[in-house]
């Protein structure tokens, strides 16, 4: 079968399936080219981030890890609720990790960060955890028990009100 040489329909303009491959092929060389010079000259951008592999994960695991976002915040089991003076900024929880019972919270406190993590060293072994050792800097606090691990940490708040930032981590093991 002939093709028409760049829309020309005269008669002898014709050319063959054989040098129309090649022309594409040729094309799709110069195409692959240009992509790769333009690759090096933006690796030259001092501001360019290097190629991220791609991870490649089944659709269970998409489904596995999606999250919900929480409109308020819920029960984490066996932890003492903050008696503070909080504002909740935001939660999420993940209902189908077959791994375990996963939920964050963050919140705002008008309380610093020292008022909140001893709070929670001693709420948390009045009510039965391991506390581990704390970061150098002390604004993590981490606590074990029966299975399950429960994480403070803590930053400085811009939000007038509030003077600090607490992130609560819950993860319950399935069992």
């Keep these: 079968m002939a093709l028409p040489l760049l829309g020309e329909h005269r008669k002898g303009t014709r050319m063959t399936t054989p040098t129309a491959r090649t022309l594409c092929?040729?094309?799709?060389?110069?195409f692959?080219?240009?992509?790769?010079?333009?690759?090096?000259?933006?690796?030259?951008n001092s501001n360019a981030k290097p190629p991220q592999a791609r991870v490649f994960r089944p659709v269970t695991a998409d489904r596995e890890y999606a999250c919900e976002n929480l409109s308020q915040p819920v029960d984490i089991p066996n932890v003492p609720t903050f008696t503070g003076r909080t504002k909740f900024l935001t939660g999420l929880r993940y209902p189908n990790?077959?791994?375990?019972?996963?939920?964050?919270?963050t919140f705002a406190a008008v309380e610093d960060e020292n008022q909140i993590i001893e709070w929670y060293r001693t709420a948390l072994t009045g009510y039965g955890w391991k506390l581990l050792d704390m970061t150098p800097d002390g604004k993590t606090l981490t606590a074990v028990r029966e299975g399950s691990t429960f994480t403070v940490r803590i930053s400085p708040n811009k939000q007038p009100g509030y003077r600090t930032v607490v992130v609560l981590s819950f993860k319950a093991v399935a069992r």
Excluded at 32 to 44: F, G, K, M, V
Excluded at 97 to 105: A, E, K, N, V
């Design 25 to 30: 092929i040729a094309a799709s060389a110069l």
């Design 32 to 44: 692959a080219l240009a992509a790769s010079a333009s690759d090096a000259i933006a690796d030259t």
């Design 97 to 105: 990790d077959r791994s375990g019972y996963r939920i964050g919270l």
